[in-house]
C-alpha cells in the first residue's frame, strides 16, 4: 500500500504562485510515473503534468509554460510550482503514482484562484 499525501493548496490571486506538494510512504527512487491530475467542478480528473517511464516529463497544453513539476527522491516528495495561476486552474490537485502496475492517488488539495 502506498500512501500520497498533498499539501500547498489554498487560495490565491490570478497571476500568483503557489507550490503543492506531494509526500509518499515510501521510496520513490524507483517510481517512474507519477503525476499530479486535477478535477474542476462539474469536469473529468485530467492530468496536469507527470513524469513518463523515459525520465521525461509533460504536460497539459493548458499549463504548459506556467507550472513545473519536480521531485526531490530523497525526500520522497513530488512538487508542482504553479506561476502565473488563472482562474481556469481552480480545482482539487490530486497526486498519483503507478507502483507495479496499480495506480494510487493522494486524498486532493483544494486550489482556488480568484480575486
Known amino acids: 500500500q502506498v500512501q500520497l499525501v498533498e499539501s500547498g493548496g489554498g487560495l490565491v490571486h490570478p497571476g500568483g504562485s503557489l507550490t503543492l506538494s506531494c509526500a509518499a510512504s515510501?521510496?520513490?527512487?524507483?517510481?517512474?510515473?507519477m503525476g499530479w491530475y486535477r478535477q474542476a467542478p462539474g469536469k473529468q480528473r485530467e492530468l496536469v503534468a507527470g513524469f513518463t517511464r523515459g525520465g521525461g516529463t509533460n504536460y497539459a497544453d493548458s499549463v504548459k509554460g506556467r507550472f513545473t513539476i519536480s521531485r526531490d527522491n530523497g525526500k520522497n516528495t513530488v512538487y508542482l510550482q504553479m506561476n502565473s495561476v488563472k482562474p481556469e486552474d481552480t480545482a482539487v490537485y490530486y497526486c498519483n503514482a503507478v507502483v507495479g502496475l496499480m495506480p494510487f492517488w493522494g486524498q486532493g488539495t483544494q486550489v482556488i484562484v480568484s480575486s
Open positions: 515510501i521510496s520513490i527512487f524507483s517510481i517512474y510515473t
